[in-house]
């Protein structure tokens, strides 16, 4: 496949090259939702957004046979990161209503895993989807995770660290919520980036 991305950007990255780059973590406005006023305040924040950035986190399993639903969705708009738990509060027909939205774009690294897991949760028919590591692989690059995408076209690089945490802990940590409102502001930043660049047209 002739790749047709700009020639400043690298057709692949090492894990050196992403340790060198400068780290960034969501900076703005982050909102736990945990009453129906605030759900209902971040709905419209939400569907009044042409692009988001979207996520879910899933409590980890580290033994055979062990699995579990998950139990965090992101959401990013321009001007904040919404952060709905699932087994704290019904959100189950707000989201619905966002992810059944043809207005509001949804982007989200590898988000028809993301999706097949929530469907488990409550049902919904997912419109306006968009995985920037589905572009990538288009455009020649067979690196597609968020953390190399970040690097590669944003050219920083977010931490990982927190990713096994307890994602079903009734109270989240800071560290936690940074690191979950960060994957989903990487991911519109990604689709911003490869809207500027022309990459999102088939």
């Not at 899933?58 to 062990?66: E, V």
């Not at 959100?91 to 895993?113: F, H, P, R, W």
């Not at 049902?123 to 995985?131: G, M, S, T």
């Not at 079903?168 to 930043?189: G, I, M, S």
Request: charged share 25%; glycine share 6%.
């Amino acid at each position: 496949m002739t790749s047709s991305l700009p020639s400043k950007f690298l057709r692949k990255i090492s894990k050196e090259e992403v340790a060198d780059l400068p780290v960034r973590k969501y900076e703005g406005r982050i909102h736990l939702i945990g009453t129906p006023a605030e759900r209902d305040r971040a709905m419209d924040d939400i569907l009044g957004e042409r692009i988001t950035g979207f996520d879910t986190e899933t409590r980890p399993a580290f033994h055979k046979g062990q699995s579990y639903l998950p139990c965090l969705v992101q959401v990013a708009t321009t001007s904040a990161v919404y952060l709905f738990r699932l087994e704290q509060m019904d959100c189950s027909a707000a989201l619905t209503e966002y992810l059944q939205s043809s207005n509001t774009i949804k982007s989200g690294v590898a988000i028809a895993d993301d999706l097949r897991q929530l469907k488990l949760v409550f049902p919904f028919e997912p419109r306006a989807v968009i995985d920037p590591g589905t572009v990538a692989h288009r455009h020649g690059l067979k690196q597609s995770g968020v953390r190399n995408l970040t690097a590669i076209f944003l050219g920083f690089r977010i931490p990982k660290g927190n990713r096994t945490s307890n994602w079903a802990a009734k109270n989240l940590n800071p560290a936690q919520v940074t690191y979950a409102a960060t994957d989903a502001w990487a991911c519109r930043e990604l689709y911003l980036r490869f809207e500027e660049l022309g990459l999102l047209q088939k």
